[in-house]
């Protein structure tokens, strides 16, 4: 029996990185548009409390989140308080957002995608944080999710990126490889 208040987790992709929300080719005016979406879909979809959206925005204003990666991104959150159900909405932006750059008080970068972690649990949230600036360095990787035509493909692209850094984020064992298998591994 476990002493873990929180309930068990859904079968499928495990969390805290279980994709939540997915939408490709998100077409919003600035940063704050980005944000008001995003909070908007995952309280239709109750991951997150009613005041989600507020701290999101209050947040990003104190810390902005937007990475000068090669494609850059956003990796906007909101302290764990204020997450119902461990998680990621990601949306790639039918045209670049401007969003505060990570770590300087005036810069700015052109963000093409948002990646938003969900996280219940603090001790998570850094180790999430720093797997997923990873794989939004990978140019190719993030070029690959952009492409994507629809919200399902995007969702498919980006779930296989995560197969390939849960077990450093969840501690699960990675997937087999195809090589693997013909190997007789």
Do not use: C
């Amino acid at each position: 029996m476990s002493t873990d208040p929180r309930p068990p987790a859904a079968e499928g992709p495990a969390a805290p990185l279980a994709l939540t929300v997915v939408l490709s080719h998100l077409d919003v005016s600035d940063s704050e548009d980005a944000l008001r979406s995003l909070a908007g879909r995952l309280l239709d979809a109750g991951a997150v409390t009613l005041d989600f959206p507020e701290a999101l925005r209050t947040r990003e204003r104190t810390y902005p989140t937007g990475l000068p990666t090669p494609i850059p991104t956003a990796i906007p959150h909101a302290d764990p308080l204020h997450v119902l159900v461990p998680g990621l909405a990601v949306a790639t932006l039918a045209r670049p957002v401007t969003f505060g750059e990570m770590g300087t008080r005036d810069g700015t970068v052109e963000v093409r995608l948002v990646a938003m972690p969900l996280l219940t649990d603090a001790r998570e949230h850094l180790a999430a944080l720093q797997q997923l600036m990873g794989l939004l360095s990978d140019e190719l990787a993030v070029q690959h999710l952009l492409d994507a035509s629809d919200d399902e493909e995007l969702r498919r692209r980006f779930e296989a990126r995560l197969a390939s850094i849960l077990p450093a984020v969840s501690g699960h064992e990675p997937p087999p490889t195809a090589g693997a298998e013909e190997a007789g591994a």
